[in-house]
């Protein structure tokens, strides 16, 4: 029994890989293409373009989450609550109202935050992470007691709180309370 002989470049007509000089619009190398110019160098592997180190990046670049969620595959996302149940023991703080959260699915892990219909915190909220959405629900809970907490060491150490700060304060007092 006898093999049907291939042609010895099987791969470059399947992966659209043909001589630069080939007039065919779709068989460009990668390194050729005008609507993705990089620069293609063999044996070499590195993601940080030349001239860059951390000097060149800002407080206004995305941080590591809001670049993953944004970035990532997110395969769903879906409405929750947060309950008194999802407080972790060792907070000082309980959820004494529930707080309506937004769960993402980004395949590797939940991001879990509140919702800012229902709790318009001033300031950069970032979701917290965690493996389950039990675990992320109960994160948020321990982030958002650690927040009233240290607002209200803030409070009461003789300074004046931003009016940012102190709508922050009220709002979180409203739906969370100390732990008897």
């Given amino acids: 029994m006898t093999t049907p002989e291939q042609p010895e470049d099987v ?3 399947r992966y659209g ?3 630069p000089a080939d007039d065919q619009t779709d068989g460009r190398p990668l390194a050729e293409d005008i609507s993705l110019p990089v620069s293609v160098t063999p044996n070499h592997n590195t ?3 030349d001239g860059w180190s951390w000097q060149n990046t800002s407080t206004s ?3 590591a ?3 993953h969620i944004n970035h990532s595959d997110v395969t769903r996302a879906f409405a929750d609550v947060l309950t008194p ?9 309980v959820v004494s109202k529930d707080i309506p959260v937004v769960i993402i699915d980004s395949l590797d892990q939940y991001w879990c935050g509140e919702s800012r219909h229902a709790l318009p915190l001033h300031g950069l909220r970032v979701p917290i992470a965690a493996d389950t959405v039990a675990e992320a629900k109960r994160k948020l809970a321990a982030d958002l007691a650690a927040q009233v907490r240290l607002l209200l060491l803030l409070s009461r150490g003789g300074t004046t709180l931003a009016p940012e700060l102190q709508a922050n304060f009220l709002m979180l007092t409203e739906v969370l309370t100390a732990r008897e």
């Fill in 17 to 19: 890989l043909r001589d």
């Fill in 11 to 13: 791969a470059e007509p």
């Fill in 61 to 63: 670049q995305p941080n």
């Fill in 65 to 67: 989450a809001t670049f």
């Fill in 85 to 93: 149940a999802d407080s972790p023991p060792e907070a000082p703080f």
């Fill in 47 to 49: 993601a940080m373009p």
